[in-house]
């Protein structure tokens, strides 16, 4: 009973490099979304997916893309990192959008 | 503008000490209400869902309400393993698509 599985846990990045956040449920999910956690502003929700093929931006997606082949998978892709993308990353799974999301364990980003 | 605030920030209780958290919002059609618990380098877990004014939800020592305004999560004889903090959640809009997250209350049992 894996959940959603993210990787890496911890990565540090140079200014205007590029990297993929994995994520990855085993739960059968179509509803599949991305947060970032910052210190005294809460989950903002960067983009999500209603199931394969299909994704839409949530409130803050500026910087980041993603896409949706599979139901299982959900890739973030920073395309050039900014010290403003130092953040925790969530990426987060539900069966439908009106039920509670299991959450990954997190990604630790940080931009130098 | 759409707004999810959590009160109070912080929480210090006795073990055994009951408490309520609020969780007041505005935003336009909501479709529900979530309450959230998140361990320190962890992932939140889902606690519960309230969709409608009135309604009620209980999971051992916690249980949460939800008003027209705002939602409460009642903490009735706290242990210290419910140190914690508590997210509340709303999902909004025409499509149900947009979500907006509290800030948190952090809450500390003693023994």
């Known amino acids: 009973n894996a959940g959603v599985t993210q990787t890496p846990k911890f990565q540090v990045l140079k200014t205007g490099q590029s990297m993929t956040l994995q994520c990855a449920q085993d739960m059968n999910h179509e509803y599949m979304s991305w947060y970032r956690q910052d210190p005294g502003m809460g989950l903002r929700l960067i983009h999500y997916?209603?199931?394969?093929?299909?994704?839409d931006q949530g409130e803050v997606p500026n910087g980041y893309n993603v896409s949706r082949s599979t139901t299982e998978d959900f890739p973030l892709r920073l395309l050039s990192a900014a010290p403003s993308q130092t953040s925790v990353y969530f990426c987060a799974s539900s069966r439908d959008r009106g039920y509670g999301y299991t959450f990954g364990s997190g990604t630790r980003l940080t931009v130098v | 503008e759409d707004q999810v605030t959590q009160s109070p920030e912080a929480l210090r209780l006795q073990e055994g000490e009951s408490s309520s958290l609020n969780c007041s919002y505005t935003?336009?059609?909501?479709?529900?209400l979530f309450w959230y618990r998140q361990d320190p380098g962890k992932g939140p877990e889902f606690l519960f869902t309230l969709y409608s004014a009135g309604e009620e939800k209980e999971k051992e020592r916690l249980k949460a309400t939800l008003t027209k305004k705002e939602s409460f999560l009642h903490i009735t004889a706290p242990k210290p393993e419910d140190s914690a903090t508590y997210l509340c959640a709303v999902q909004a809009g025409y499509t149900g698509n947009q979500f907006y997250f509290g800030t948190g209350t952090s809450l500390t049992v003693i023994p």
């Open positions: 997916s209603v199931g394969a093929g299909i994704t």
């Open positions: 935003v336009s059609g909501l479709r529900g």
